[in-house]
């Protein structure tokens, strides 16, 4: 469950260590922040968001990807975020504070859109299916573009959808090109992968 090249531990100091980069030293780890980045960014929106998007698809169709277009708030962030987020990762744009701080955001983004849907009780089934699927897609782009920062859980979340740890979002890849293939099984839920961490294994440290 750890995913291959990464761990929770390894992939959550990766991340806190990115959030916190203000591009002079490397920053000291205080145990007590990163545990609050654990639990506020990796697990409450994070896990929770991966997980309750599963569940949501499961009690609404057939478990099977993809979508026509972009749906909803997830279909608007795709339209940015990931681009962003892969540029701010290259060694020409290297900017990793601006990369967690927009992958932060952009999850957090769609865990509040994944509450609107879950309530919204009158919302045609076709519209919610377009929405948690634009979701998904959402989800797949992100563990594919935010492989160098957290390859564990890349790995992990690429696997649990039915997908290769290694898939690649192309440069030029728009919402006609998506990386979920139609009819691809899906499984019910998605276990939390950053529930995982284990806060005794790290000390308050300086990253070098």
């Keep these: 469950m750890s995913g291959k090249g990464g761990s929770p531990n390894t992939d959550a100091l990766n991340f806190h260590v990115c959030l916190m980069w203000d ?3 490397p920053p000291f780890v205080d145990g007590r922040e990163l545990a609050e980045t654990v639990q506020s960014i990796l697990i409450d929106d994070v896990d929770n968001w991966s997980d309750g998007l599963l569940q949501a698809l499961a009690s609404c169709a057939p478990a099977t990807g993809g979508a026509e277009g972009p749906g909803g708030v997830a279909g608007q962030l795709l339209l940015g975020a990931p681009y962003e987020l892969r540029r701010c990762q290259t060694p020409q744009w290297f900017d990793p504070e601006r990369a967690s701080a927009l992958f932060a955001r952009t999850v957090a983004t769609a865990r ?7 309530r919204a009780s009158l919302m045609a089934p076709g519209a919610r299916w377009s929405r948690l699927a634009a979701h998904l897609e959402l989800l797949a782009v992100l563990a594919a573009v935010m492989r160098p920062m957290m390859p564990g859980w890349s790995a992990f979340v690429l696997e649990e959808l039915g997908m290769s740890p290694q898939t690649h979002w192309p440069w030029d890849a728009v919402w006609g090109h998506p990386l979920l293939r139609r009819g691809q099984r899906l499984p019910g839920h998605l276990p939390g992968y950053f529930e995982r961490w284990h806060p005794d294994t790290l000390s308050d440290r300086t990253v070098s």
Excluded: E, K, T, V
Excluded at 112 to 118: C, G, K
């Design 23 to 25: 591009g002079g030293s």
């Design 112 to 118: 509040q859109d994944l509450r609107r849907i879950n």
